[in-house]
């Protein structure tokens, strides 16, 4: 399995991004699928996640309202759409990926995850 994230890049404040996660090698139905993301000095941490079966994405509170999870299974490929932002925002994104349907509770922890991307750098200047 391989992840292939892309799609960041610099954009001021108040702008957006739209970031794509593709997978290959093996194309399966993941039952649960996440962003997180590493600003510098800073430990990893969810962005979102989703996991099948369940009412639609999780999202962290500080990106809630901002943020917007999608899926393309024929293309196997998972989108986060990034509106209105903030400097803080600026990390390095990484999406995972588990075959298995993880519980809630694990959502956002990195070690739920047994394959990720390499990451996209954002960078959202003030």
């Known amino acids: 399995v391989q992840l292939q994230a892309s799609g960041g890049g610099l954009v001021q404040a108040g702008g957006s991004l739209r970031l794509s996660c593709a997978a290959s090698g093996f194309a399966s139905d993941y039952q649960s699928v996440a962003w997180f993301r590493q600003a510098p000095g800073k430990e990893r941490e969810g962005v979102t996640c989703f996991r099948s079966g369940s009412n639609g994405p999780t999202y962290a509170d500080s990106v809630k309202g901002r943020f917007t999870f999608s899926r393309d299974k024929a293309k196997n490929t998972m989108y986060l759409q990034m509106d209105s932002l903030k400097p803080e925002d600026t990390a390095v994104y990484y999406c995972?990926?588990?075959?298995?349907?993880?519980?809630?509770?694990?959502?956002?922890?990195?070690?739920?995850?047994?394959?990720w991307g390499q990451g996209t750098e954002v960078t959202v200047s003030s």
């Open positions: 995972a990926v588990r075959f298995n349907r993880i519980l809630y509770s694990m959502c956002f922890d990195s070690s739920s995850y047994y394959n």
